[in-house]
């Protein structure tokens, strides 16, 4: 039987957004403060040193960020596929399950190098948030971290970068400006910038620990299109 999920927070403005450039400002959005559950700290294994230039550390709180009235969970229960079809721990459909506990049977391992996951919202809408957990029992920092959306699968027109930290363009999908930064139980919150889209892709290429990829869980907000 899985845990009861812990209790909802109210995002609280944080410098971590401020450093990751992450927070839009309030003047041009609509004031409603977007919540989300934040999984209980769970640390386990032996630190290993984060040799990443730049890097923002885990924040102390939540991140925050204002969105359109109306915005809602867009992703739950929704069919994720990726690069590999076959993961080393656990299945695809974790990442969108709704639970974001961070020990064994709650995060899928991907084989190394560059992969991704890709989440089908089954239709167009208009997001405003993804809501990001690789990895958070270990503070560790994943390498191009990179999230698109787009209303082609294939990822071929009509795709929008929301978040790129890969500094030196090692996964050759353009030269990020975002900074890497230390996973957390509080995720990684993208602003989606009312973008319309029905596919959000997300990739990665290991991370300071060791060269597997791994997901928790996404949360993708937004408004229906349709």
Known sequence: M????PRTFVIRLSLYSLALGLAAPFSSRAA????TEIPPETIEGTPMPIKVANLVQAPPSSPTLSVPDGTVLL????????SDDFPIIGDLEYITDGDKLGGEGYFVELMDGLQWIQIDLEATSELAAVWI???HSQARAYHD???QVSDDAEFKTGVTTLFNND???SAEMDQGSDRPYVESRFGLLVDAKNTKARYVRLYSAGNTSNDMNHYIEVEVFGKPTQ
């Open 32 to 35: 409603e403060t977007l919540t």
């Open 2 to 5: 899985k845990p009861i999920a």
């Open 75 to 82: 992703s739950k229960g929704k069919i994720v596929t990726g």
């Open 167 to 169: 500094y030196d363009n």
């Open 145 to 147: 971290v990179i999230v």
């Open 133 to 135: 957990w690789h990895f």
